[in-house]
């Protein structure tokens, strides 16, 4: 039996990041409930730092790398 999996791209995770933390209460809440320092989650939403992996791993994600053909060298 095989499963479709859809994934998100990285620059989607912010995104998910926020609402997260809005479902859980606030910042101070999601990074009691997950370890990551609220201020790391602070930059990150901010957009003054990238989303970490352990940020992905907190939301449930895992990150893989792929490989995708250039415009026009795989046809």
Same mark, same amino acid.
């Given at each position: 039996?095989?499963?479709?999996? #859809?994934? &998100?791209?990285? #620059?989607?995770? *912010? $995104?998910?990041? !926020?609402? !997260?933390?809005?479902?859980?209460?606030?910042?101070? !809440?999601?990074? &009691? *409930?997950?370890?990551?320092?609220? $201020?790391?989650? $602070?930059? #990150?939403? $901010?957009? &003054?730092?990238?989303?970490?992996? %352990?940020?992905? %791993? !907190?939301?449930?994600?895992?990150? &893989?790398?792929v490989c995708l053909p250039m415009k026009g060298q795989n046809a």
């Amino acid at each position: 039996m095989s499963h479709h999996i #859809t994934g &998100r791209p990285i #620059t989607e995770m *912010k $995104s998910v990041l !926020a609402d !997260a933390v809005e479902l859980a209460g606030g910042q101070h !809440a999601w990074s &009691r *409930k997950t370890g990551i320092p609220q $201020s790391v989650v $602070s930059l #990150t939403l $901010s957009g &003054r730092r990238d989303v970490s992996e %352990n940020i992905v %791993n !907190a939301l449930g994600y895992v990150t &893989r790398t792929v490989c995708l053909p250039m415009k026009g060298q795989n046809a």
